[in-house]
């Protein structure tokens, strides 16, 4: 019998000394059985040495999931996008690209002005403050902002050097990119344009790739 976690269930536990122990049985491993008590804390017993009723229950309750063990959270593999993620907006690329490749997910480049450019605060109103636009994102984009003073003006060298790269000559201006930095798709503000439009244009962007 190898090693399995179990369904989490508080009862009481007996050794052969007449010791009952309230606790949850957390894992199974060979003869050895681990239970965590209801402060927090671990211990292990031989199944030899539960009375008989409890080494009944353990064979009638098989195993049917992983124990939650306070303080610990469950990493998502590579390449897949984690149920409870929550997307921010990120403000460097290498952190983008790091994200992106950990969950698949496209890179949305923003380069913006929100305190002077009217359209960009226009397309933030629009699209990128609605809760619809959180939730989409949350499962399908890597959020990268680069914002820009008046004019397009900043002292920041990476967003300078970003905004050569990707030829941004306007504001708003955002594309749609990949973790190895290749260009999926652009865009910028237009009348109209809201939630289920650019999550359209990102489905169809990303569409074309796979």
């Excluded at 080494?55 to 610990?72: D, L, S, V, W």
């Excluded at 959270?73 to 390449?79: D, E, I, L, V």
């Excluded at 190895?180 to 489905?203: C, M, R």
């Amino acid at each position: 019998m190898g090693s399995t976690a179990l369904h989490a269930e508080f009862r009481n536990w007996t050794n052969t000394e007449g010791k009952i122990v309230d606790a949850e049985l957390t894992k199974v491993d060979g003869d050895n059985v681990t239970f965590r008590l209801r402060n927090g804390t671990t211990t292990s017993y031989s199944q030899a040495k539960l009375s008989a009723a409890d080494r009944e229950y353990i064979t009638k309750n098989p195993p049917t999931a992983q124990a939650a063990i306070p303080g610990t959270t469950s990493q998502p593999a590579p390449g897949t996008v984690d149920a409870n993620r929550k997307a921010k907006w990120l403000t460097k690329m290498p952190k983008a690209k790091e994200e992106s490749k950990a969950t698949g997910l496209p890179i949305l480049v923003l380069f913006t002005g929100t305190s002077w450019c009217p359209y960009c605060v226009k397309l933030d109103a629009a699209v990128f403050a609605s809760k619809e636009f959180s939730s989409f994102a949350n499962k399908n984009l890597v959020l990268l902002k680069l914002d820009f003073g008046p004019g397009g003006s900043t002292s920041n060298k990476d967003h300078k050097q970003l905004q050569q790269e990707f030829g941004a000559r306007g504001f708003p201006t955002y594309y749609l990119t990949n973790a190895d930095g290749t260009k999926l798709a652009q865009g910028g503000y237009h009348g109209g344009i809201n939630p289920e439009t650019f999550a359209s244009w990102v489905k169809s962007a990303t569409a074309k790739t796979q």
